[in-house]
Each structure stands twice: as structure tokens, then as C-alpha cells.
């Protein structure tokens, strides 16, 4: 099994990317797109840097904060090379 953390600039060029390396058959995440070799696609999308801030009575007073890109977890059954895969301290998203 091999895990991957991919840093895009948006969800239309993950989706792209995966199709065009054979990880998904079309553009939809979901388990009846995956690839012979795929095992897993997590759609992390967009990372909060910073969460949203609120008063006593539930208004906003500061918006969310993003980290830059759009994120997408792979698990496969054979290596892949990609050129935006990252690593980090601190992952929203493990597989167990």
C-alpha cells in the first residue's frame, strides 16, 4: 500500500491529474471511479488555517482562513511518482 498527500491549485486540476494518471475513471470522487490500482481517494479540498471567529450570539466576526491549494489523500496498490506531493506535521486526514 502506498500513501500520498497532493497539493493542488484547485478541485478541476486534482480531478484532471488523477484522470489522466489512471487513479480515477471520471471526474467524481467516489469509490465505483477508482482505478484497478486505486484504493482510496480522499477529498480533503481546502485546509482552515485559521478557524472563523464568533461573538456571544453566534455572529461573525472574523472569516476563515485557508492554507494555499487544494488537498487530496491517495491510497494505492503501486507506486506513483507526483510532483506535488507534500508532507506535514500536522495532517487533517490520516488512513488507518
Not at 17 to 29: F, N, V
Not at 47 to 57: L, M, T, V
Not at 70 to 94: A, C, G, S, W
Amino acid at each position: 500500500m502506498h500513501v500520498y498527500k497532493l497539493k493542488y491549485n484547485n478541485k478541476q486540476e486534482a480531478l484532471n491529474d488523477l484522470m489522466k494518471k489512471g487513479i480515477i475513471k471520471d471526474k467524481t470522487i467516489r469509490e465505483s471511479s477508482y482505478m484497478k490500482n486505486t484504493l482510496a481517494v480522499v477529498d480533503v479540498g481546502k485546509i482552515i488555517d485559521q478557524p472563523a471567529k464568533y461573538d456571544e450570539n453566534e455572529n461573525l466576526i472574523k472569516e476563515a482562513t485557508y492554507i494555499d491549494g487544494y488537498h487530496i489523500d491517495l491510497m494505492l496498490r503501486e507506486p506513483k511518482t507526483f510532483k506535488n506531493e507534500i508532507t506535514t506535521q500536522n495532517p487533517v486526514h490520516l488512513f488507518a
